[in-house]
């Protein structure tokens, strides 16, 4: 086996090791995503199943699918023997220490599924790749990436939320279809959708491949599909999976009446096409695009000032965002864009099939596209991306320089979220622990084979460093700061873009020239 017992070991220690880091982040900054899951334990603790959904004392209310929802009732459980003031819902931002305990512990906690994920991952990998050091072997090497992961670090055990334990259920999903355990990958990713609907952006991948590999039995010599294969009895078992999930959680407000309201919780539409802070996408570069226009519109005369909307203009990056140049965009637009930027991956998962590497191909072009071209995208969601790109990193030298230029270039996205003075050192080490790791450890892995980054992407990297000087060090200093105070972020934004787009690229054009091994298509 790949992690025999003598693998049991350092295995336990990363665990641990990571483990400890996330206890000594207790005290460190929280977002308002603190204050949204201690208003969601106390709705699941004080109301009726009914009340759920229709609960408005705070802003932030209950908006992730049923499954969720409970969850959080059944901590509330615990959480009342820590401090009951905080299942209080009038209590907003109520913020006790045995509050912050529980809440930072309850993720801690929960990671423990991720832990056990990522060593079923590691058991997946191909271990023909022989190291006589263990520092070495890809699956220590993919056990540090997933597990010391900078992203969720931050986003969990800073920011907060509970991303580990939903990750943990995705690559547990995905580890078991790579089993060919095809049943359960099926009903764990069913389950996740029913916890945060935002994996959907991934369910394309899921569809095609099980309805490829496990609908269909068998293939042709020439790889081709065997028409002949398919069971109808292994459809009607997926089928009953996706129907009685789906029964579970949504069963109950469809009886009282409710499907509606919750849906238009989970769909909150009229948000606007950007989050408040820009996620590296190609909205951003379009929104940078529309913004120059305008500036270079208004000095040439071709834009009267009194009819740009003022918001495009002063509020810098807010969440309902017109277009003054370009024409704006509508849900149905980026739905559009993320449908049509999608299939081709779909279509290569199915007439191009490669296995389980085909299938994360598939599952990071589906995340990388809807993170591209969504609607109303959180920063946060690069993490869909990036964590099943880590599998394919320990395999291939391509594959491999692509997750450095994404990963390098999504994390360092996600530093606005921590804004605060005492995380800026925080932040900054674990980036460049994490960064270092990460570029060492692949590059001595494909030591063999061509350098993982050109001269370009390695100058594009580099320039990161002087970007986040300028941004954390010299522009406060500015009288800059006062007029514009978006130009840390807009800057950070639009240069993200750049590499999270060019990796999305690179990783298309990879998918689609791939030549197909004998072998390959044998299976």
Not at 126 to 146: H, M, Q, S, W, Y
Not at 381 to 402: C, E, F, H, N, T
Request: proline residues 5%.
């Amino acid at each position: 086996r790949v992690m025999a017992a003598g693998g049991r070991s350092w295995f336990r220690a990363l665990a641990l090791g990571v483990s400890f880091l996330k206890c000594l982040l207790i005290p460190a900054y929280y977002s308002t995503d603190f204050e949204v899951h201690r208003n969601w334990l106390a709705i699941t603790h004080n109301l009726p199943l009914s009340q759920w959904y229709y609960e408005a004392t705070s802003e932030w209310t209950l908006d992730y699918p049923p499954f969720f929802a409970w969850f959080e009732y059944a901590l509330s459980h615990v959480a009342k023997y820590f401090d009951p003031k905080m299942l209080v819902i009038e209590n907003l931002n109520y913020t006790s220490r045995a509050t912050i305990l529980f809440q930072r512990f309850s993720v801690i906690f929960t990671d423990i599924l991720f832990i056990y994920a990522v060593r079923e991952c590691c058991r997946c990998v191909n271990g023909k790749r022989a190291a006589k050091d263990i520092l070495e072997k890809p699956t220590f090497i993919l056990a540090v990436l997933l597990l010391w992961n900078f992203g969720l670090l931050i986003v969990d055990h800073i920011h907060f939320q509970y991303n580990g334990f939903l990750f943990g259920m995705m690559l547990l999903s995905v580890a078991r279809l790579c089993q060919k355990r095809y049943l359960e990958g099926a009903l764990l990713f069913a389950v996740l959708l029913h916890f945060k609907h935002v994996y959907m952006y991934v369910a394309p991948a899921y569809g095609i491949y099980l309805l490829r590999s496990y609908c269909f039995t068998a293939n042709n010599a020439d790889g081709s599909l065997k028409w002949r294969s398919f069971s109808l009895l292994h459809v009607t078992l997926l089928g009953l999976i996706v129907c009685l999930v789906s029964a579970l959680s949504l069963g109950p407000f469809i009886v009282l009446g409710q499907l509606p309201q919750v849906l238009s919780r989970l769909f909150p539409f009229k948000r606007g096409l950007c989050h408040a802070y820009w996620a590296p996408n190609f909205w951003a570069l379009y929104n940078a695009m529309d913004k120059a226009l305008t500036i270079f519109g208004l000095k040439c005369n071709f834009l009267d000032p009194t009819k740009i909307p003022k918001a495009s203009m002063t509020g810098g990056l807010v969440q309902e965002f017109q277009h003054t140049v370009l024409p704006s965009v509508t849900p149905l637009a980026t739905l559009i864009c993320t449908f049509i930027s999608i299939l081709p991956s779909v279509f290569c998962l199915w007439f191009k099939p490669q296995g389980p590497r085909g299938f994360l191909q598939c599952l990071v072009l589906c995340a990388l596209s809807s993170f591209m071209f969504g609607w109303h995208v959180h920063e946060k969601a690069i993490l869909l991306a990036i964590l099943p790109l880590s599998l394919l990193s320990v395999q291939r030298a391509k594959d491999a320089g692509i997750y450095l230029i994404l990963t390098t270039t999504g994390h360092f996205s996600l530093f606005p979220l921590l804004f605060t003075s005492p995380e800026l050192p925080i932040k900054i080490l674990l980036m460049l622990l994490f960064t270092v790791y990460s570029f060492s450890s692949l590059k001595s892995l494909f030591r063999r084979e061509r350098p993982l980054l050109n001269w370009l992407e390695t100058i594009y990297l580099i320039q990161l460093v002087p970007l986040e000087i300028f941004c954390e060090i010299i522009f406060p200093l500015t009288p800059w700061k006062r007029h514009f105070p978006f130009v840390p972020l807009l800057l950070t934004s639009v240069y993200c873009a750049l590499g999270v787009t060019y990796a999305w690229l690179k990783l298309y054009i990879s998918v689609l020239t791939e030549r197909i091994s004998v072998r390959q298509k044998a299976e």
